[in-house]
């Protein structure tokens, strides 16, 4: 491979990493933007994802809402019914969990523009939640347990159940709110 090339022009924000791409070291960590033959990708994929990671956040993957990633989800099994590999009753089945699945996420992004919250993707809605289940009569346990979030502290660790009713009370609070 032939040396590094220059930067476009003094300010650009990348540099040329010696594997081929456009890159930036972001909160101590290098994040790759693009090959060198496209600069002009790079940084706009760089402009793109910047404020979440100077954010300490992951970026959204190309598939933001869920319109787009069971879209992307059903292009694939089209394929998948083009070859052969998939009946034409299996993509229907595909299908109908696809609009039920369309339908209800069309009723939050309804309850979003209503409450006048603007960003639809998941880390939004996980944040609502756990900013609204934080006010409910539960333990912030059962909480952890709905979010998923995993701690190690003595609490946890010595926690031999969270009960139903406890989830339940926090699910119905976030849903009344």
């Not at 650009?12 to 070291?25: D, E, F, N, S, T």
């Not at 809402?65 to 998939?86: C, M, N, P, Q, Y």
């Not at 347990?145 to 339940?168: E, P, T, W």
């Amino acid at each position: 491979m032939a040396g590094k090339p220059s930067k476009p022009y003094a300010s650009y924000p990348l540099y040329a990493h010696a594997g081929g791409v456009w890159a930036k070291k972001i909160l101590g960590k290098v994040h790759y933007f693009g090959p060198w033959s496209d600069p002009q990708g790079a940084l706009e994929s760089y402009l793109e994802k910047r404020d979440y990671l100077h954010g300490g956040l992951e970026p959204p993957t190309i598939a933001e809402s869920v319109g787009e990633l069971i879209e992307s989800f059903l292009d694939h099994k089209r394929a998948h019914l083009a070859t052969g590999d998939i009946t034409r009753v299996t993509f229907r089945e595909y299908e109908t969990t696809c609009d039920v699945i369309r339908a209800h996420f069309g009723k939050f992004a309804a309850l979003c523009d209503t409450c006048e919250v603007t960003k639809h993707g998941f880390y939004s809605l996980r944040r609502t939640f756990e900013t609204i289940a934080t006010t409910a009569s539960v333990s912030q346990a059962a909480i952890d347990h709905i979010m998923g979030h995993a701690r190690n502290d003595m609490a946890s660790v010595y926690r031999q159940q969270i009960f139903d009713q406890q989830l339940k009370e926090c699910a119905d609070h976030v849903r009344a709110w």
